[in-house]
């Protein structure tokens, strides 16, 4: 029957949106705090600083800018200055 066939399409298709959807977006908001707490520079940043940091990380940072973190790296030229303000800031709030 075409309608069955339908929905069983349409349910490969949902299937399909969702598993892209859980694609790797890049490192989660816990590699990006063990990163910070790994760091002997920033070992002992106040819980603060490091929520701070991590949250601006996963909603403000790209993707790019988040690998590169993690993995010790420069981020994106067009990021840096991003990256600086934020570390800034969040110092800024936690005094």
């Not at 705090?33 to 920033?42: E, G, H, Q």
């Not at 988040?66 to 303000?85: I, L």
């Amino acid at each position: 029957m075409p309608y069955r066939r339908g929905i069983r399409l349409s349910a490969a298709f949902v299937l399909a949106l969702t598993l892209a959807a859980c694609a790797d977006d890049g490192p989660t908001r816990d590699e990006v705090v063990a990163k910070i707490k790994s760091d002997p520079r920033t070992a002992d940043t106040p819980a603060t600083v490091v929520n701070c940091l991590a949250d601006w990380y996963m909603e403000s940072a790209s993707t790019a800018a988040r690998e590169a973190f993690v993995e010790g790296s420069e981020p994106p030229a067009n990021e840096s200055a991003d990256v600086d303000a934020a570390v800034l800031e969040c110092l800024k709030a936690a005094t």
